[in-house]
Each structure stands twice: as structure tokens, then as C-alpha cells.
């Protein structure tokens, strides 16, 4: 006695079973674009390494005395972006370390306030929050350029009815 439909259930089984290796390789094809985003990935790591020591060599090369030192700017310039995020407990932690280097307490109260004077720029903006952090580490008595307050559009309809 047969059930109907077992046969083609049971071909269609066997089937799914010989076609389950083919799967991963058929996934894997489509992955053509993946190895030039790798190498992209790779090049803004390579980059931003190379950018990042020369701001550390830029520092050396303006500031003088300990502030200039590579741990204390690494650390001072990662603590104020921590402080101007709110991270606060991973700030202070980063804080005691930059204590324990021997690096001035003075030049981060200075390179924080000039930041918050400076304010935190916009992040559609072209200037990063990384970029003004390190101008600020560099000179903290750098003076916020004027930017013109856009004109205040008149208040349409506030006759009385």
C-alpha cells in the first residue's frame, strides 16, 4: 500500500541531500567585492596609523616638556574624547594612567576647556571631533573662530485675528 505523494517526498529528500555541498559554494560566489573592501578596510587602518603618528611626531615637534611626550598625548588627547562623550568612568581610567606617565594635569584642564569653549563640532560637519581635540592639545589657548549666526527668519503670521 502507498501513501501518495512519498515517492516524490522522498525524492525531493535525496535531492536537498546530494545539492547540501553545493550550498556554501554557490553563497560564496557573490562575494566578489569583499577582498577590494578588505584591502580598502586595510588602507584606512594603514592611514589612520600614519596619521595618527604624524600628530603624535606634530606634537612632539610644537609642544614642549612632558605634554609632548607620545603616552601622554595618546592618552591626553583619548581622555578629552572620552570626557566630551560622557564616558566618564573609562576617562578617569584613562586619566590615572596619564598620572602615573608623569604627564601634566595642567595642559589636559587646558586642552578640555578649550575644547568645550571651541564646542563639540557637528557630526555632519566637516571638521571631526578627533581633528579638534588634537588642535586643542597642540595649542589650548586657540581662539574659536567667529562663525556667523544665520539670520533669523521672520515669524510669519503673528498678526492678531
Request: overall charge neutral.
Amino acid at each position: 500500500m502507498s501513501i501518495p505523494g512519498v515517492r516524490s517526498l522522498a525524492v525531493l529528500f535525496c535531492v536537498t541531500l546530494m545539492a547540501g555541498p553545493l550550498w556554501p559554494a554557490l553563497a560564496q560566489q557573490g562575494s566578489d567585492a569583499k577582498p577590494a573592501d578588505q584591502q580598502k578596510a586595510n588602507d584606512a587602518k594603514r592611514s589612520d596609523g600614519t596619521r595618527r603618528t604624524d600628530e603624535i611626531a606634530e606634537a612632539a615637534r610644537t609642544l614642549t616638556g612632558p605634554a609632548a611626550n607620545p603616552e601622554c598625548v595618546w592618552l591626553g588627547e583619548r581622555a578629552v574624547n572620552l570626557l566630551s562623550r560622557d564616558d566618564l568612568d573609562t576617562a578617569f581610567r584613562h586619566l590615572e594612567l596619564y598620572d602615573r606617565f608623569g604627564c601634566p594635569g595642567a595642559h589636559m584642564q587646558a586642552s578640555f576647556r578649550c575644547l568645550v569653549r571651541l564646542g563639540i563640532p557637528d557630526p555632519k560637519a566637516a571638521e571631526t571631533l578627533d581633528a579638534r581635540i588634537h588642535a586643542c592639545w597642540l595649542n589650548p589657548a586657540v581662539v574659536a573662530t567667529a562663525v556667523p549666526a544665520p539670520a533669523a527668519a521672520p515669524a510669519a503670521g503673528t498678526g492678531a485675528k
